[in-house]
């Protein structure tokens, strides 16, 4: 009995931190197999590149808890950094104003659709796909949108104090505010209790139409931020390349970081140390020239394993 | 419900991981400018005459108008790249200089509206059509309609993979064997004094013609000249983005020791250059970058000195096919295949070549 209640025990803490071990796996072994990985310059390009998908993981970490989906978050970070660099080509501050405001309304709408009216959340979200990547190229007349604007350039591409980059703190902040609203405040249960069973949530007087559009379009002003933090490194918009398979990659981090596809507690620690870890096989590969392909196979094969660790918990439940 | 939905989800999300690098869930499609040009998935349109002999009794008797007569119907496949944008303009701008009668439709990339489009366009009276496919095999219905009344059909950037001289006259493409050549050759000239060539190829979407054709030309100046050394072989999707950072990150594993970058397209070389200015390399100098398309920002690039060359894959080339349906009229048979003729563009001659931008 003892044996067996020590084994569920090493499952349980594999199933919770599977994203962490396997990322903190991968750190250690590209320390020794990779040419000059460490560095501050590998630092700084790691989390330059992987502060993307992390940001728009959060939201879709969010959205997974509740029992949903969110595919159209690439397009959504189209929409508003095209929409954006057009308001930073005609200076006008209000343009990119309203790129927000018009990406998080999209949001806002998918979450009224999914939680009002009872549609299909991959459906939901697939009609937005399609509606933003189209007015992004409608906006943009299909090319991608240049500007210059070297401070703000500057301001991302540099370093700050010292050697650490901007993205770093964007993204320490982002994971601050979401943990703490899903973890130390009555959001975290509510998207629970709503994911786990949503008419037994609304039965208990939890607003569960306001959870819903809450976490969609929070998904969307992520994925702004995101979309953002694409154009602004090369000073350029590109309606048809920007937040290309985003939405792929933010599921698998959410995956591998444990939050549950048919929802529940969202897991924002998992989904970051996810995010980390595909962004580290992406780098790793590049690094080492190792074919495309063979990266995607390996992506594949980390999402398997995390999902088998999730799975081993679930069933011995 | 959720289950079997959550079930199909993983699968989905899986499949899309491993199996395909560009378009997974897509609709639309995510390729940028201009590498999407010319036969997009279709690999046997790029070399119709080889394996197009018909019996002499197969070929259609094509009925040309006389010059003053001439319609022009244009079936444009999509306008949702600048590239295929400025390939319609290009096609109204000569038509109307040559003051030929056109029109233009758009099918926005939807098959079945390309073949009522070219149906309208007989309607219309137009007794030359000209198709930039959106399909190489779909398209057959519209050849056939238009087979049945004698109407010469051009087919232009993309092809179909029908029989020519029997479903199409002609086929007008860009080669991109040619230029992934011509960028081989400029980065073999330029490094000439170096014993061994490091290498770093950035590749497009994989799959599309475009990116297989543009290594293959490059590939085989590579292995001609016997000095090219393959340090780095990386997709970055066409984007500028991933362009920058997968160049950021084998900057760094490399050590910086890479002597020339090659990109697929101009989008790519543009994010490459970022890279490389911030990790202090001067372009000309340390290394060299050239990226394939030929667009004004990357004209404007060579000028300023952040790209070496690059190699045009022009969308005007609308005087060649005028040129071509004018020869038709004149009673001339024409060749089943054109290759557009691209040029590298670099410091020495960007002057003179700006116009060929898009």
Known sequence: MTKKKGITLDLAFFKKNIALILFLALLIFNIFATNNFLSWITFNNFFKQVSRV????????????????????????????????????????????????????????????????AILPMVATLALRYVMRGMAKGISGAANVTYTAPKLTAFFTQPVIGRVP???????????????LVNKMKLGARIEAYGNNPVAARNCGINTVKIVIFCYAVTGALSWAAGMLEAVVVSSAHPSTIGTDMEIDAIAATLIGGTPIDGGYPNIIGTTCGAFLLQLISMMCNMNNVSYPVTLMLKACIVLAALYFHGIGKRSR | MKKVLALILSLTMICSLTACGGASMEGENPAPEAETEAPAEDTDAQEPAEDA??????????????????????????????WRTVESEDMQRVADERGYKITIVNAEGDTEQQISDVES??????????????????????????KEKGVPVIMKARGSNGVPGVDYVTFFSSDFVAEGRYAGEWIAKACADKETIKVAEIQGILGGTDVRDRSGGFHEVADKEGNFDFVVEQTANFSRTEAQEVAANVLQSTGGEIDAFYCHNDEMALGVSLACQSAGLKVNEDVYIVGVDGMYETFDAIKDGTISATITCTPKFAEQVFDGIEAGMAGETLETFYAIEDVPVDATNVEENYDLGF
Request: hydrophobic residues 55%; negative net charge; charged residues 10%.
């Open chain 2, 121 to 146: 366009l007989l309607a219309q009276g137009c007794n030359v059509i000209v198709i930039t496919a959106v399909d190489g095999d779909a398209i057959q219905p519209a050849l056939d309609k238009c």
């Open chain 1, 166 to 180: 901007v993205h770093f703190f964007i993204l320490v902040i982002a994971v601050v505010v979401v943990y703490i």
């Open chain 2, 53 to 82: 002999e018909p019996a002499s009794g197969d070929a259609t008797e094509w009925v040309w108008p006389s010059k003053e007569e001439l319609h022009v119907g244009y079936a444009q496949a999509d306008l949702a790249s600048t």
């Open chain 1, 54 to 117: 992390c940001l728009v993981s959060l939201g879709m970490s969010l959205v997974i808890a509740t029992g949903g989906i969110d595919i159209s978050v690439g397009s959504a970070m189209a929409l508003g950094s095209v929409l954006a660099a057009l308001g930073i080509v005609h200076e006008s501050p209000l343009l990119i104003l309203f790129s927000v405001i018009l990406v998080i309304a999209f949001g806002c709408l998918a979450g009224t659709a999914v939680s009002k009216f």
